[in-house]
């Protein structure tokens, strides 16, 4: 049980014409305050619908079930009125790309304000002062307010962003590919500007990126997203540097240093295309992929092991293998004893 | 050879026989039929083509139960203004002619006079939206300025109204029907070949005429067997939608009394009815009829109009797809 | 430092070093750039103007062939009164001559004499404007508002009922011919005749005999009823329409997923921020179908025998009146030109994207 968000078997479900698809497929997250924790993954991994499911800010094709318990209160369960008020101040959003998550026809300090205003985080004599007290938080002079989103660069945007998500003081931000459309230096300013605020304010912060360097430079925690499920999470360290799952391995060679786009819709040195949603392979859903994969993998589908428990009989750290699994010494490619004859096409 | 085989089937002698041309017209008639099934889910599309044909069949063998006599002003069966009776099912005019026969043979001006001048404007319309699209994609510097000329004269017909030009042209034209259809035909085009320039544009960015273009393929060459067939289905929708703004164009002329007054048309009913002063004394069924006519042929038009482009816009459909 | 206007406040994307750009960016530059979109207009709705002039003038005199003919078509006239008539109206000088004596007229606001009530065709214009802009302005602004109106609440949920009602009531007087409704209205409501009694006048615009102003305000106001209801009818529905189709671009958006998420009813999320948005693509169209309106007046007056600009044309076509008709095709020509280029002139004050 986790103080701020306690995410548990969530499953997400598109009802397309040709029937149903599966986005996300029982998922378990939890984040106590102050901490940040990383969801990596490909694009179609699930991982946005995950973002926008917490909020249940998904379009009505979408069924969603399980639990999402922020500060306790499940948010699946509640009236809408009650979730419009747990919108923003309970949790807020930080979306990718700002210039298409800006209004681009109303100027940026009303767009900040427009919080404030709905919940009453302020008295209306404040509003002004507080929209310039939040847009120098984020470096940017308070006189920006009165312009509109097209005047400010990329990083301005994305700033402006993080300062509209700060406005009602949430006690968790979600951060969806906050840093993607950025070059590699304004990334690392916004980065520095997220991981300095979660500090000073002891905000929870759920950062979604396909990319698994920028999460190991902000995040505690780190959770590997592949297929709609959860294939490795641990220290953010450990995932990125020591990956148990032969897909967070192959995610974080693909990505040496910060932000190269060019890796983004399929990491470097993994072949094939991530499996139909609608139509997932059996057994473990990475096989067709795996370059350790084992017959077994045909029929298993592993749930997350502790890895490496003989240790101390315990870890924190999971994966979704069944080469960590319970019996198997060693991680990732060090399964001599199982015959990798089923191997990507 | 035996049965044809559908194109999903694996390949057979029978395939491997059959010309190029063939298997292309097998494919084309496999889109024909997917279209025309999608196209019969669509229920408005369904109505307004059942109540074009009836409407359509009616106006072509009218001359079987209607004795032309009858709709002369001296042979009429009737008395002057006659309410709805047995005899007369909506009531006379005020010469004593049947206005149900009357709208019935109606129908074949009003019609004749909509699809012709529908016909007029779309080849203008395309001729204009192919020229500007393709030698604006592709012109050399002499292209772009006729494409950009072609444009500009578009616009300045598209702002201006419509229907002032066209009763301008009725009216320092010789009265008659060709008149009414040059008129219609020359100012409702431009929608059209600002549409047609459009698809003209997004057809040549595609691979298939680049390379037509690579082999050597001239403008005429392009234009005409690359970006005009590609451009049809738009043109198509286009222009059942392009019939109903003509018919009730052609209704408002006549109404206006530019058209040809010796013809029996739905808008001349209307003026005619205007002008024995049916209006003010209340003759309902002198002025229900004829309009109600148009609105329905209109409508029709439009919703197949608009069923076309659905099934092949399926965006444009709504509803959450 | 110096900078170029693009770089200065563009949307250039992520520079390198993120400097946040000045706050007024390149105010001289910007000074000039506004000159120079304003004076391209202005360039284009001459060319347009010119266009319409010279239409004009190959309408009405080149392709009837012989005007005074087309004029006097249906009459007894002798050959003397032709050969007046040709003098009067200046057509026995050569064509050029003609050309530059009617454009040069124009500059003057001199459009000619009427054929047909002996006096020039600007004073009969000037007597009619009044009317007819109340009349249009009136029906224009009702139509647009109910059309805006109906068109958002069609276009954030399409497929749904009150989508397809809307959308097919607004197809239905889409396709019913302007002056036919007109005429069912006067049937329905003012003939005094059938089933109602005659709520509204048949037509003209005032009671005559009545002298207070407020008596004659309200008596406008009670015969304008049934021909703004018509213009209103007919003019609405493409409002809706386009309305409803711009409002469903811009429904994927993601600054609606932002604004929901910031807590926003579905109605709040629709009105503060999907509608400003589709609103500026839909305004431009509007101004460009104003010819719509022109066309749609015109037949309203006739119908309704109010005293306009569009009875004054449709008098000038019974006779036909050449030189009125021509001086009110330049005329209505001429005004949709202009409320173009007045809606080009504003576009960019309410859409701060496309400011120059």
Redesign the interface.
Known sequence: MSGLLDVRDLHVTYAG?GGDVPAVRGLDLALDPGDTLGVAGESGSGKSTVALALLRLL???ARVTGHILLEGEDVLGMKWGRLRAVRWVGASVVFQGAMHSLNPVQRIGDQIAEPLILHGTVRPNQVASRVAELLEQVGLPASRSRDHPHQLSGGQRQRVMIAMALACEPRLIIADEATTALDVMIQAQILALLRGLVEETGIGMLMISHDLSVLAATCDRVAVMYAGRIVEEGPARDVVHRPAHPYASALSAAFPKIGDPASRLAPRGLPGDPPDPADPPSGCVFRPRCAVAASVCATVDPPLWPVHPENDGRSDRRAACVHVGPGVAGGAGGAGEISTEETSR | MSAPTGPTDTPTTDDVVRSPRALARARRREALGRFARAYARNRAGMFGLASLLTIGVLALTAPLFIDPAHLTVTGAPGGSLEPPSAEFPLGTDNFGRSVLDLIIWGARVSLTVGLLATFVSVTLGTLAGITAGHFGSSGGLAGRLVSSVIM?VTD?F????????A???A???PRGTGTIILAIGLTVWPPTARLVRAQTLAVEARPFVERARALGGGHAHVMGWHVLPNVMPVVLAQTTLLV?TSI?AE??LA????GDPTTISW?GI?QA??TSGA??????WY??P??LA??VV??SF??CGRAFESVMNPR?????? | MTTTPTEADGPTGAGTDDVPAPAAPGTGNRAWRVVTYVCGRLLTAA??LF??IVAGFF??RI??GD?VR?MTEGREVTAEQREELRRQFGLDQPLWRQFLDYAEGLLRFDLGISFQYREPVVDLILERLGPTILLAGTGTVIAALLGLFLGARAGWR??GRG?RTNTAVA??F????????G??L??LL?????FMPGLFP?GGMVDPGLSGPLERALSTAQHMVLPVTTMVAVIYAQYLMIMR?SL?DEKGADYLTTARAKGLRDALVRRRHAVPNALLPTVTLIF?N???V??GV??VE??FSWPGLGQL??SG??V?D?GL??G??VV??AS??LM?LLADLVYPLLDPRVRP
């Open positions: 014409s379009p009505a094709t | 500009r300045w598209l702002v201006l109204p419509t229907l002032v030009l009763v301008a042209l009216a320092v034209l109903a009730i209704s408002t109404f206006l009394g530019m808008g209307l009815a205007r209006i003010s004394a209340g003759i309902w002025i229900v004829p309009g148009i609105a209109a409508l439009t919703l444009l459909r709504g509803g959450s797809g | 060319v347009s266009a319409v309408l009405f392709l009837p005007p087309a399409p497929g989508d197809l239905f889409w396709s019913v011919p302007t002056f036919w409704l005429l069912l006067i049937v003012a003939s005094g005749r059938g048949t189709s469903m460009l104003l010819g719509q022109v066309s015109i037949l006739t119908v044309f449709y076509l019974q036909p050449l008709v021509q009110l095709f209505f020509a949709v030109i173009n």
